[in-house]
């Protein structure tokens, strides 16, 4: 099994769109990151656990699921940086991958030594945007495999007979 760690607030200032609404809705860039992802995980089918600083986000340390993603806000006086070490390592073992996206170079450091695999936050923009179109593309697909006819019909009488039969004659 593979598991994916994000740096949440590294993926906020690196990727575009989130950069951009960060400045003026932290929390719905928040929101927009576990979006993201959850359509990313429900696509790659591994388990995706993002971490939030706490310093962000004051009070104590809590954990929820949204989607299919495991949210963690890190405790007041820890970062997501110290999470995410610890994490790669109490789950990285011989049935399980561990990858971890940030683009922190001193994390990356450390998460080699404990036999983590390392995404930068332009990789994983870059694969989710992958993932994205080759969703879209499977959804084409099906709805042109769904709209296929064993009878020929020219394309208005088709599309005609489909408006009859949704009843929007």
């Avoid at 989607?67 to 006086?77: D, F, H, L, Q, W």
Wanted: net charge neutral; hydrophobic share 35%.
């Amino acid at each position: 099994m593979n598991i994916l760690l994000v740096d949440g607030y590294n993926m906020i200032g690196a990727w575009p769109e989130l950069k951009e609404l960060r400045d003026h809705d932290l929390s719905g860039a928040r929101d927009l990151l576990i979006g993201m992802l959850a359509e990313y995980q429900s696509y790659r089918g591994e388990r995706v656990i993002v971490v939030f600083d706490a310093y962000h986000v004051r009070g104590m340390e809590r954990k929820q699921q949204s989607a299919k993603i495991e949210v963690i806000y890190t405790k007041e006086n820890e970062t997501a940086d110290e999470r995410i070490e610890k994490l790669s390592g109490e789950l990285n073992d011989v049935r399980t991958k561990v990858y971890v996206a940030t683009s922190d170079y001193a994390q990356q450091r450390v998460i080699f030594a404990q036999g983590a695999y390392r995404i930068s936050a332009r990789e994983l923009y870059i694969d989710i945007g992958n993932a994205r179109k080759a969703i879209e593309e499977d959804v084409s697909e099906r709805t042109k495999k769904t709209k296929a006819s064993k009878i020929q019909l020219k394309e208005e009488v088709r599309d005609a007979f489909e408006k009859w039969r949704r009843g929007n004659h």
